[in-house]
């Protein structure tokens, strides 16, 4: 199983690689403005939808729900790079350097996954995927409030280890989904 968990991992991640950096293309390192705050509720707003979608059973917006994930996870890949960049980084990047630097932050993703997987031994193949949403938005909760309380907590791993359980879980969920076999989609996260 670990096997193809593997293989299920890299080919969404690439997915998701592919359209961040055809987006980077495009939009430059727009997402450079946004404060981690910013990228906290912009995740917010991605889950929210997916989780009211959840519960009404339809949607009027076409707006691929599978996409929202994506986008969640590019969000998340974003806030980490965010987290490594120093203060006075200048808002337009070099898209190598950005490709890097998504490259660093997955690869330490997927090395966190793996253990995981190995002491949970995958239980999240057995969870349903609205847990997995509701999971996602708790995450979101625990994050703002480690914001606001500007990152002064007494037991808390902080906001980077919450960025990287959010993208495993939508992982979980396209995975769960069958997205890793589909075709590459073009929405998600700027």
């Known amino acids: 199983m670990e096997n193809q968990t593997q293989h299920e991992y890299d080919q969404i991640i690439g997915q998701c690689r592919a359209l961040f950096l055809a987006k980077t293309h495009d939009y430059g390192t727009a997402w450079r403005i946004m404060r981690l705050p910013s990228i906290t509720d912009q995740i917010y707003i991605k889950a929210q939808r997916i989780r009211s979608i959840q519960e009404k059973g339809t949607q009027l917006v076409a ?3 599978d996409g929202e994930f994506v986008a969640i996870i590019n969000y998340c890949v974003i806030a980490l790079m965010q987290l490594r960049l120093p203060p006075n980084a200048p808002l337009d990047l070099d898209p190598a350097d950005v490709a ?10 997927r090395r966190l996954l793996f253990a995981k997987n190995h002491d949970y031994g995958e239980a999240w193949r057995q969870m349903r995927i609205e847990s997995i949403t509701d999971i996602i ?3 979101l909760h625990r994050t703002k409030q480690i914001e606001d309380l500007a990152g002064r907590t007494q037991v808390s791993e902080g906001v980077e280890a919450n960025y990287r359980d959010m993208l495993n879980y939508a992982v979980f969920v396209l995975i769960k989904k069958g997205f890793a076999e589909a075709p590459a989609r073009t929405s998600g996260a700027e």
């Open 63 to 65: 707006d691929n729900v």
């Open 100 to 109: 890097a630097a998504y490259d660093h932050e997955t690869a330490e993703n």
């Open 137 to 139: 938005l708790m995450k």
